[in-house]
RNA sequence: GCGCCCGUAGCUCAGUAGGAUAGAGCAUCGGUUUCCUAAACCGAAGGUCGCAGGUUCGAAUCCUGCCGGGCGUACCA
């Protein structure tokens, strides 16, 4: 079912343009900011009422004599210079509730896009020889998590990881590989030593020319796919891959090789991305590269894309010495993932600091009508990890910190919170909680982070049972989940009693502020995928959680009498339903029965 | 220099087209446990929303200037 938010909002918007007669007109209706407000308040009346200069508490009262909310609402009320506040009426929410608590599909009754789309999503992207370090935390998580929402919105999602498997430094790791296995009799080799090789080879190349005429050499050789090159550089690419995998695997993340589809599987198409470019008159030359130069509509050079001279700044798709760069193999897959995959929309999750270089990507894709104007291009960016001390999260020695290393401390340091919590628990138990709260820890954390501002990283805050972090979400799923085990222990049907439950009794106010909450969720999923941030959906459990915990404490839920008891045993399992499929579905965090 | 992002409680952060008295958590102080997990709950205190103007019924949010921080700015990604 459509969000109740919607609902008014188009209802209240047709009243405006029936008592108007003025087209398009916005109610604007949003969450109130205070309760004593009500549930919902339409801002709209107020600029209309400006543009009509016309009195907007008038217009509002006629706006709302002219509406029908009264299966939803109680009577709309006006306050101060033209809000119209809105109060759900407790039928309207328990209506509500039974029919999340019957929905066939299993969706807590919430509708799936009108219009399906295929959206290819770009995430993550690894670079051959190297291991993940927190750099790729971000980028990784977030790009699954928009998956996920736009998955469960029914949109057919194609997931690619444009991993760095090809260019300048491949053929150092060729070289790098080459040298291990000459040196080596039998060569066990793992992604740490291969990352090492590879770092070695790139300070001696450096130094010694005679190195650096060999990796070049190999460079040539791989380019031209010679078989031993090509062979080096796919035991490179395995060794590495398969590391990410196992990393993808613990984070909860969804890729596996059918969604790796890296730099080089665009390379034999970057000459012809080159000359379609010149034949098309957009590429030049300019000091002996060639260049795109993005022009808007009348010619003129788009506003921004400025040098340090002011002059205007060109995207460079093949250097002077002939190679190609990553603006050109982004382009490639841009028309590939339009023409072959058949993209709707294209998202690239990357941090911030590439902005400028998709401006001026989608710019020049534009130019050169390779995406038409309703194909959707966005760079969905993010800030840095920052360290306690505000600078970007490093070890000790500077360099960057291994996301292994990183996920391992939390479930290290979540295990030891289990210990003391829950020391009776077996071993195998307390480490698939230490597993799910760490991890979900990491991920919750940045998730309910702002995603374009840095944040700084402490894994103390994190795993706090207080405040809005995955293990005060995973303790209330688990405390629902205790109340089931208790029923049983005292011979309580809870399901049966749910499965044949017709009409609600809800009479505390704990009960109808959780109740109303719960039949909100479908807005967090909406408000949160419009502008891709996780975080309204982490506002929203956490706040969900809490109305819980207020219930909890105020309301018995097995000693309560025949009457209420099929009620709160329905919050309970509707809330449990909630945060799974909030954490589960849509975050990618486990959740415990018990913790 | 130019462009982009940011500046909100002591600390870490929210603030969903410009909406009503700016919200959480941590830390601080005080309270709640014969009762379904106290890893919880309730309360108190804490603010010139960087500064100064402007736009209007209304500004943390939009515009201008300034101060402070980050990032980017032609052959890395």
Same mark, same amino acid.
């Given at each position: 079912?459509?969000?109740?938010?919607?609902?008014?909002?188009?209802?209240?918007?047709?009243?405006?343009?029936?008592?108007?007669?003025?087209?398009?007109?916005?109610?604007?209706?949003?969450?109130?900011?205070?309760?004593?407000?009500?549930?919902?308040?339409?801002?709209?009346?107020?600029?209309? /009422?400006?543009?009509?200069?016309?009195?907007?508490?008038?217009?509002?009262?006629?706006?709302?004599?002219?509406?029908?909310?009264?299966?939803?609402?109680?009577?709309?009320?006006?306050?101060?210079? *033209?809000?119209?506040?809105?109060?759900?009426?407790?039928?309207?929410?328990?209506?509500?509730?039974?029919?999340?608590? /019957?929905?066939?599909?299993?969706?807590?009754?919430?509708?799936?896009?009108?219009?399906?789309?295929?959206?290819?999503?770009?995430?993550?992207?690894?670079?051959?020889?190297?291991?993940?370090?927190?750099?790729?935390?971000?980028? !990784?998580?977030?790009?699954?998590?928009?998956?996920?929402?736009?998955?469960?919105?029914?949109?057919?999602?194609?997931?690619?990881?444009?991993?760095?498997?090809?260019?300048?430094?491949?053929?150092?790791? %060729? =070289?790098?590989?080459?040298? %291990?296995?000459?040196?080596?009799?039998?060569?066990?080799?793992?992604?740490?030593?291969?990352?090492?090789?590879?770092?070695?080879?790139?300070?001696?190349?450096?130094?010694?020319?005679?190195?650096?005429?060999?990796?070049?050499?190999?460079?040539?050789?791989?380019?031209?796919?010679?078989?031993?090159?090509?062979?080096?550089?796919?035991?490179?690419?395995?060794? !590495?891959?398969?590391?990410?995998?196992?990393?993808?695997?613990?984070? &909860?993340?969804?890729?596996?090789?059918?969604?790796?589809?890296?730099?080089?599987?665009?390379?034999?198409?970057?000459?012809?991305?080159?000359?379609?470019?010149?034949?098309?008159?957009?590429?030049?030359?300019?000091?002996?590269?060639?260049?795109?130069?993005?022009?808007?509509?009348?010619?003129?050079?788009?506003?921004?894309?400025?040098?340090?001279?002011?002059?205007?700044?060109?995207?460079?798709?093949?250097?002077?010495?002939?190679?190609?760069?990553?603006?050109?193999?982004?382009?490639?897959?841009?028309?590939?993932?339009?023409?072959?995959?058949?993209?709707?929309?294209?998202?690239?999750?990357?941090?911030?600091?590439?902005?400028?270089?998709?401006?001026?990507?989608?710019? %020049?894709?534009?130019?050169?009508?390779?995406?038409?104007?309703?194909?959707?291009?966005?760079?969905?960016?993010? *800030?840095?990890?920052? *360290?306690?001390?505000?600078?970007?999260?490093?070890?000790?020695?500077?360099?960057?910190?291994?996301?292994?290393?990183?996920?391992?401390?939390?479930?290290?340091?979540?295990?030891?919170?289990?210990?003391?919590?829950?020391?009776?628990?077996?071993?195998?138990?307390?480490?698939?909680?230490?597993?799910?709260? &760490?991890?979900?820890? %990491?991920? =919750?954390?940045?998730?309910?982070?702002?995603?374009?501002?840095?944040?700084?990283?402490?894994?103390?805050?994190?795993? /706090?049972?207080? &405040?809005? !972090?995955?293990?005060?979400?995973?303790?209330?799923?688990?405390?629902?989940?205790?109340?089931?085990?208790?029923?049983?222990?005292?011979?309580?049907?809870?399901?049966?009693?749910?499965?044949?439950?017709?009409?609600?009794?809800?009479?505390?106010?704990?009960?109808?502020?959780?109740?109303?909450?719960?039949?909100?969720?479908?807005?967090?999923?909406?408000?949160?995928?419009?502008?891709?941030?996780?975080?309204?959906?982490?506002?929203?459990?956490?706040?969900? /959680?809490?109305?819980?915990?207020?219930?909890?404490?105020?309301?018995?839920?097995?000693?309560?009498?025949?009457?209420?008891?099929?009620?709160?045993?329905?919050?309970?399992?509707?809330?449990?339903?909630?945060?799974?499929?909030?954490?589960?579905?849509?975050?990618?965090?486990?959740?415990?029965?018990?913790?």
């Amino acid at each position: 079912m459509k969000p109740t938010i919607v609902i008014l909002d188009e209802r209240i918007s047709a009243s405006m343009v029936g008592v108007t007669g003025k087209a398009d007109c916005e109610a604007q209706v949003c969450p109130a900011t205070d309760p004593k407000f009500g549930d919902y308040q339409a801002n709209g009346v107020m600029p209309l /009422a400006k543009q009509l200069k016309t009195d907007p508490r008038k217009l509002a009262e006629k706006v709302v004599e002219g509406l029908d909310v009264s299966d939803i609402c109680e009577l709309p009320e006006i306050a101060g210079p *033209g809000f119209i506040n809105l109060r759900l009426k407790p039928d309207f929410v328990a209506d509500r509730l039974l029919k999340i608590n /019957a929905d066939p599909q299993n969706r807590l009754d919430i509708a799936k896009a009108e219009k399906p789309e295929t959206i290819v999503v770009d995430f993550s992207g690894p670079n051959i020889a190297k291991q993940m370090h927190v750099g790729h935390l971000r980028s !990784t998580i977030i790009g699954d998590c928009i998956c996920r929402f736009l998955e469960f919105l029914g949109h057919n999602v194609i997931r690619q990881n444009h991993i760095g498997d090809w260019g300048l430094q491949m053929g150092m790791v %060729v =070289y790098a590989l080459e040298d %291990v296995y000459w040196e080596q009799d039998e060569p066990k080799l793992n992604l740490e030593i291969l990352e090492q090789e590879y770092k070695r080879i790139v300070e001696l190349e450096k130094e010694d020319p005679e190195i650096a005429d060999k990796v070049r050499k190999r460079t040539a050789e791989l380019q031209a796919k010679e078989p031993l090159a090509m062979r080096y550089w796919r035991e490179a690419c395995g060794i !590495t891959m398969s590391e990410c995998y196992r990393l993808y695997v613990m984070m &909860g993340v969804n890729l596996s090789t059918i969604h790796t589809v890296g730099e080089s599987f665009y390379k034999d198409m970057l000459t012809d991305v080159v000359e379609e470019l010149k034949k098309k008159s957009l590429a030049v030359e300019s000091d002996g590269a060639i260049c795109v130069f993005p022009v808007d509509s009348t010619g003129s050079p788009q506003a921004g894309f400025k040098n340090k001279e002011g002059e205007p700044l060109p995207l460079i798709i093949q250097k002077s010495d002939g190679a190609y760069l990553y603006a050109t193999t982004d382009l490639a897959a841009i028309r590939y993932r339009i023409n072959e995959l058949k993209a709707d929309r294209i998202i690239y999750v990357t941090d911030a600091r590439q902005k400028l270089h998709f401006e001026m990507l989608f710019a %020049v894709a534009r130019m050169a009508k390779w995406v038409s104007d309703d194909i959707e291009l966005s760079h969905v960016m993010f *800030g840095s990890v920052l *360290g306690e001390d505000g600078a970007p999260l490093k070890t000790r020695s500077g360099e960057n910190v291994k996301l292994k290393e990183l996920l391992d401390e939390a479930v290290k340091q979540a295990r030891k919170v289990v210990d003391e919590k829950n020391a009776d628990l077996p071993d195998d138990e307390k480490d698939r909680i230490a597993k799910a709260v &760490g991890i979900g820890a %990491v991920k =919750y954390a940045d998730f309910s982070n702002n995603r374009t501002s840095d944040y700084v990283f402490s894994f103390d805050r994190m795993l /706090a049972m207080d &405040g809005n !972090t995955a293990p005060y979400m995973q303790y209330a799923y688990a405390r629902i989940k205790s109340i089931g085990r208790k029923a049983v222990d005292r011979d309580i049907k809870a399901e049966k009693e749910l499965k044949g439950i017709t009409n609600l009794n809800i009479t505390e106010p704990s009960e109808l502020d959780l109740a109303k909450h719960l039949v909100r969720y479908g807005e967090a999923i909406e408000a949160a995928i419009n502008d891709y941030r996780p975080n309204y959906l982490t506002s929203y459990l956490y706040e969900l /959680a809490q109305k819980f915990s207020v219930f909890y404490t105020n309301c018995p839920v097995l000693d309560a009498g025949a009457e209420k008891r099929p009620t709160r045993l329905l919050l309970c399992d509707l809330t449990a339903k909630t945060i799974e499929h909030g954490l589960k579905e849509l975050l990618g965090i486990e959740v415990v029965d018990q913790m």
